[in-house]
């Protein structure tokens, strides 16, 4: 069945810096691949997502990369901001459902 | 917007009680789920549903049952709750690809 494992499972970067956070997925026939933020005491809420027919794709501070040979992608945060501070779970699309992966604690240090 | 309401934030339950975790979605979706979610864990799927009365087992469904009467309505049932129980539940629902969380319900087994 699917699994997605997910790196770092913690991440403390300084305010201003990058944060990248990498998902390997195990289906090759999986096309879809969203990012979801979860803000502490809050839902999970999607961030971003890219389908399997591009590459990359950004939106403001952030961007997804997909590398579809090596059944990866990646979540790219630029210019980082105390808000930026999370846990962020990766996801592969299984059948009727989603597979997360584990989850990573984003920390922005001031 | 979606809404997917959790009628409780937090519920205290006493070990061998019967409990009900309730979720209701406002906007016609066939698939809903339920999730677990665990420090180091992730999100975790124990039942989900993609009709009225249809249900599949996730990856933990154990200890678990679920009922779907209605289409907007999907509710967990602990048959005899246990401490390992003891977690933060995330229901969510969803048409196409995209997901919507409710808030979650902490739930405590003392």
């Known amino acids: 069945g699917e699994n997605v494992e997910q790196h770092p499972s913690t991440l403390s970067v300084q305010e201003g810096d990058s944060a990248v956070i990498k998902c390997t997925y195990s289906?090759?026939?999986?096309?879809?691949f969203p990012w979801y933020k979860q803000e502490l005491g809050k839902r999970p809420q999607l961030i971003i997502d890219?389908?399997?027919?591009?590459g990359e794709k950004k939106d403001q501070r952030i961007a997804v990369t997909l590398n579809k040979t090596a059944k990866h992608f990646s979540l790219h945060i630029t210019e980082t901001q105390p808000e930026d501070s999370a846990v962020y779970f990766c996801?592969?699309?299984?059948?009727?459902?989603?597979?997360f992966g584990q989850g990573t604690r984003l920390t922005i240090n001031p | 917007d979606v809404k997917v309401t959790q009628s409780s934030r937090y519920l205290v339950k006493r070990t061998g009680e019967k409990v009900f975790l309730e979720c209701v979605q406002d906007?016609?979706?066939?698939?809903m789920f339920w999730y677990r979610q665990d420090p180091g864990l992730g999100l975790r799927l124990i039942y989900f549903?993609?009709?009225?009365?249809?249900?599949e087992k996730g990856d933990i469904p154990e200890g678990y049952s679920v009922s779907r009467e209605k289409k907007e309505r999907f509710s967990l049932i602990l048959e005899s709750a246990s401490t390992n129980q003891t977690s933060m539940y995330l229901c969510?629902?969803?048409?196409?690809?995209?997901?919507?969380f409710g808030s979650g319900t902490r739930l405590t087994v003392v």
């Open positions: 969510a629902s969803k048409r196409g690809v995209g997901y919507t």
């Open positions: 289906d090759s026939a999986s096309n879809y």
């Open positions: 890219i389908r399997s027919n591009v």
């Open positions: 996801a592969e699309p299984g059948a009727q459902k989603l597979v």
């Open positions: 906007m016609d979706h066939e698939n």
């Open positions: 549903s993609y009709d009225v009365k249809m249900k």
